[in-house]
């Protein structure tokens, strides 16, 4: 399985982004897909997950309420709208695939794509 992301970028304190995660190749046995970031100096976080089905999301404590995770499995394609957001948000954002049914576990992750860049300014 290959992930392509994009949809980094920058923007000013309150802006918002959206984050595309495309997946090819074997995906008939995709699982959960997600979102994990990683700022200079600090280790690589969990931002946020969906189930195989796209029914459960999931959401670290420090983006609840600003983004949202979506999926759609005709298009293997998983989409992070983040509104609100923040200078603390500006990181690394990586999309990250899994062959299990739900994960939110970096370490459990089967797949990961090419990060791309999130700058928020204040």
């Known amino acids: 399985v290959q992930l392509q992301a994009s949809g980094g970028g920058s923007v000013e304190a309150g802006g918002s982004l959206r984050l595309s995660c495309a997946a090819s190749?074997?995906?008939?046995?995709?699982?959960?897909m997600g979102w994990f970031r990683q700022a200079p100096g600090k280790e690589r976080e969990f931002v946020a997950s969906?189930?195989?089905?796209?029914?459960?999301?999931y959401y670290a404590d420090s983006v609840k309420g600003r983004f949202t995770l979506s999926r759609d499995n005709a298009k293997n394609t998983v989409i992070l709208q983040m509104n609100s957001l923040k200078p603390e948000d500006t990181a690394v954002y990586y999309c990250a695939a899994s062959t299990l049914p739900i994960n939110i576990v970096a370490s459990r992750m089967d797949y990961w794509g090419k990060g791309t860049q999130v700058t928020v300014s204040s």
């Open positions: 190749g074997r995906t008939s046995n995709s699982g959960a």
């Open positions: 969906i189930s195989a089905t796209g029914a459960s999301a």
